[in-house]
Nanobody
């Protein structure tokens, strides 16, 4: 399974960015999809996740600012980020939990990361 993320960049504080991540390859079904981030010197942390039935979870630091969604027909997960703050600066990674065939175990896959930089 390959994950291709896009949409990062440089934005001023208060601005918006939309991250997208498309999964391809040997996919029978996708369970959870999500976004994580890692700032320099910090551990990778969860930002938001969405389940196969569109249940969502957000880290407290992004609630009411970020929205996660998925297009199951396109195996794509999207993170709409509004009200960005300098402390949101990090490399953002998409994550997908999928299985290659019915009754096969599911595995977790990571995208290559996309840089988000928020200037003050």
């Amino acid at each position: 399974v390959q994950l291709q993320a896009s949409g990062g960049g440089l934005v001023q504080a208060g601005g918006s960015l939309r991250l997208s991540c498309a999964a391809s390859g040997s996919i029978f079904s996708i369970d959870d999809m999500g976004w994580y981030r890692q700032a320099p010197g910090d551990q990778r942390e969860l930002v938001a996740t969405i389940t196969s039935d569109d249940g969502t979870f957000y880290a407290d630091f992004v609630k009411d600012r970020f929205t996660i969604s998925r297009d199951s027909a396109k195996n794509t997960v999207i993170l709409q980020m509004n009200g960005l703050k300098p402390e949101d600066t990090a490399v953002y990674y998409c994550n997908v939990v999928s299985r290659r065939a019915q009754y096969y175990p599911s595995y977790s896959y990571w995208g290559q990361g996309t840089q988000v930089t928020v200037s003050s």
